[in-house]
């Protein structure tokens, strides 16, 4: 069937031909079939990424009276970012229609403009229900007139809180409306809101009620919690191409993890309810663009991400509701396409994975973490696939050749090419010839003995003008090892903790031996031994009643937006000034051409062995090798 079979107005069959729409989706087409020949209500559960803007967008603006400035179609959404979406969607499938006025109303905006909008006329509000009750509190808006009202992700909606907001904005509109209900997933409270705001509607449903995607692979890959970070790096680095988004719990957690992922040389950021609007809009725009190759994202600032050609969704903690995940994985394989959704999980997480696979109605694939050999051979190829696939520009490089030539005569094609790719493979080969295997229980047939890593004392810290990026930037100087060594650093006001791969523990014990000092201070490791519960006793770290929560990730105690020893924690600040009591706050500034730089000082006043000077920018997409990081062979 196509979309000039199911009636559409001729004005919006034209913008939808614009927009390359060939065939409906089935959401798209069992959708219009009723609603373009009956006035109804209706229920509709399909997947994120299935075209329901359109199943329900296109029948709601060939209903609506453009000659009218009063409202007449209202559709709710929980987010800003689904919010803005489901409007510019609305307005490409409007374009050939004059007179259409669809407005945005959500929080993090002037609401004095939205009121400004909303009184010039509109036909069609689109919002988030936190906002429109705060229009409706200020009698700025008028809803008695509608006639047609949508609740988009209806569940999540109702997850985020929102009942009491959707009881008092559709008690506003009239009861002859027709209500629409669209969701992924049918919890009982959403039944609820159906029967309470509808009058018998009809159901379509796409597969299963909260069954996932058919074109969606699910995989786990069980890892040990402490080493649940290792494990995503190693995981991003077997899938050179990767375009995701990671999902974490929490904003303290997701800033955590886009903060170790950038540092670390990765193209990522974090995306959460801390952030301002403007602050969101310069994420997604990155990440749409390319710029971010991942997305660590919570569950909430995730919904309304509408962007195609997401190859993988990692779950870098289960969601707390597990119906949630479908949310999560649905980001992927949109428009009929194929995506990965990756969990990774521990021991004690496999009953919420059976869960979650009671849900979707699919089995979760056991899947190895790769390897050092597997990495290093993945991006050895990829490597050699862009070579293959560059495009030259023969005129810009035509004037170097010549010297080119001269410089490698000597040299056979199949010399050159040996060396050339050895420039970038020996560097990934460097760093993973000695991978730990980061499987729980070990690979099958693989040496459970790799599987270790060692925690460390260093009677260093806060009050040394220390946070956690200058002490690991300190470790990496001192003991000549890879910054990607080091994880899960615990900073304490006068000493902290590390860990290392145990391959490495007698190379920082030597350094006792150096006499190291630091702000006067002699510089001390001890092992620091690990007892049941996560919490440390033993060494140095014993002595002080360390307690490790269970719930620490590789950062320890973090405090985002102030705590930590006497003022030092990190803070990420958009367009602001770095203080100098020690912190290593990331100040970012837009430049002319839209990029983000920002510069970092690494300690402050005595306490530094090295110092970028304060106008010098650091590119935020590549590290070097000897800060830490290597330089990636895409850019990243």
């Known amino acids: 069937m196509t979309f000039e079979e199911l009636g559409l107005n001729h004005k ?3 913008a939808v031909n614009d927009l390359g729409f060939k065939q409906p989706t089935p959401i798209q087409e069992q959708t219009l079939t009723i609603l373009s020949t009956q006035s109804t209500d209706i229920v509709a559960l399909a997947q994120t990424g299935t075209g329901k803007t359109a199943a329900f967008g296109l029948p709601m603006l060939s209903n609506v009276d453009f000659e009218s400035k009063n409202v007449q179609g209202l559709i709710l959404c929980p987010t800003r970012e689904l919010c803005l979406q489901i409007t510019k969607d609305l307005t490409n499938y409007s374009k050939y229609i004059s ?16 009121i400004r909008d909303i009184k010039r006329g509109t036909q069609v509000i689109v919002a988030t229900p936190g906002r429109l009750v705060d ?66 509607p009809m159901e379509v449903s796409v597969g299963k009620k909260n069954q996932g995607a058919e074109n969606i692979e699910h995989q786990y890959y069980m890892v040990q919690a402490r080493e649940r970070y290792l494990a995503l790096k190693r995981i991003a680095d077997y899938y050179p191409e990767i375009y995701g988004i990671v999902f974490c719990r929490t904003k303290a957690e997701t800033q955590e993890v886009a903060d170790a992922l950038i540092k670390d040389g990765y193209n990522a950021d974090a995306l959460h309810g801390d952030l301002s609007q403007a602050q969101r809009d310069f994420v997604m725009k990155r990440y749409r663009s390319r710029t971010l190759q991942m997305l660590v994202a919570t ?30 994985s649905g980001r992927t394989a949109r428009a009929g396409k194929k995506g990965i959704s990756i969990a990774l999980i521990h021991s004690k997480e496999q009953g919420r994975l059976r869960e979650i696979e009671r849900i979707i109605g699919k089995k979760f694939e056991r899947a190895q973490v790769p390897n050092g ?13 862009k070579l293959h696939t560059v495009e030259v520009n023969e005129k810009e490089i035509e004037a170097y050749l010549p010297k080119i030539f001269e410089e490698l005569k000597d040299l056979s094609k199949e010399e050159i090419i040996k060396r050339f790719v050895s420039e970038e493979f020996n560097r990934f080969l460097e760093y993973y010839q000695n991978a730990p295997d980061l499987n729980a229980g070990g ?16 009677n260093i810290g806060g009050l040394d003008g220390l946070n956690r990026n200058s002490l690991k930037d300190y470790l990496v100087e001192i003991g000549k090892i890879d910054g990607r060594m080091i994880f899960n650093i615990d900073l304490k006001n006068s000493y902290s903790f590390f860990e290392t791969e145990t391959r490495l523990k007698d190379d920082l014990l030597k350094l006792n031996d150096l006499n190291l000092e630091f702000n006067n201070r002699s510089v001390q490791f001890e092992v620091s031994e690990r007892r049941g519960g996560g919490g440390d006793r033993g060494g140095r770290g014993g002595d002080y009643g360390n307690k490790r929560s269970s719930s620490s990730r590789f950062g320890g105690n973090k405090s985002f937006g102030g705590g930590g020893g006497y003022g030092r924690s990190e803070k990420r600040s958009y367009g602001g000034e770095r203080n100098s009591g020690g912190s290593s706050e990331r100040s970012y500034s837009e430049r002319p051409s839209g990029e983000r730089s920002f510069g970092e000082k690494k300690y402050a006043g005595e306490n530094k062995f090295s110092e970028r000077k304060p106008g010098e920018k650091r590119e935020r997409t590549q590290r070097s090798s000897s800060g830490g990081g290597y330089p990636r062979s895409f850019n990243r």
């Open 12 to 14: 919006l069959l034209q």
């Open 135 to 200: 229009l409706i509190d200020r009698r700025a808006v008028d809803l008695s007139s509608v006639i047609i009202a949508v609740l988009d992700e209806a569940d999540e909606m109702l997850n985020m809180g929102f009942k009491d907001d959707l009881d008092l904005i559709l008690g506003k509109t009239p009861q002859t409306k027709n209500t629409w209900l669209f969701s992924a997933t049918m919890p009982s409270e959403v039944s609820r809101i159906a029967k309470k705001y509808m009058s018998n």
């Open 373 to 385: 050999f597997d990495v290093c051979e993945k991006q050895l190829f990829h490597l050699v696939n």
């Open 443 to 458: 690979s099958e047939g693989g040496d459970r003995s790799q599987n270790r890593t060692t925690r460390f004392f260093i």
């Open 299 to 328: 569950d909430v600032a995730a919904r309304g991400i509408d962007v195609n050609d997401i190859t993988h969704v990692i779950n870098y903690n289960l969601p707390e509701d597990a119906e949630n995940y479908t949310h999560r």
């Open 99 to 114: 007179g259409l006025r669809v407005t945005a109303v959500y929080g993090g905006s002037s609401i004095d403009n939205q």
